[in-house]
């Protein structure tokens, strides 16, 4: 099937089904989906593990002091 082909057929398709379509087809041209998506998961993680006081929140001049010292 052709890409003129193919664009006929998705036309076809009602409003919200096109629109899903492309929004498909626009994810699938982003490259960073999976590291942004990895980074959410990495976000979430750490603010559950703040929530549930397993971790100990550090404010950042001294987190980048200790980084920086390392």
Do not use: C, G, I
């Amino acid at each position: 099937m052709s890409t003129e082909e193919l664009a006929a057929q998705a036309l076809r398709l009602s409003h919200s089904e096109r629109a899903h379509l492309a929004q498909k087809l626009l994810d699938s041209l982003d490259e960073e989906s999976e590291v942004e998506r990895a980074w959410a998961e990495e976000a979430e993680r750490r603010y559950e593990e703040l929530r549930s006081e397993n971790a100990e929140a550090v404010p950042a001049d001294q987190a980048f002091a200790e980084a920086r010292s390392e």
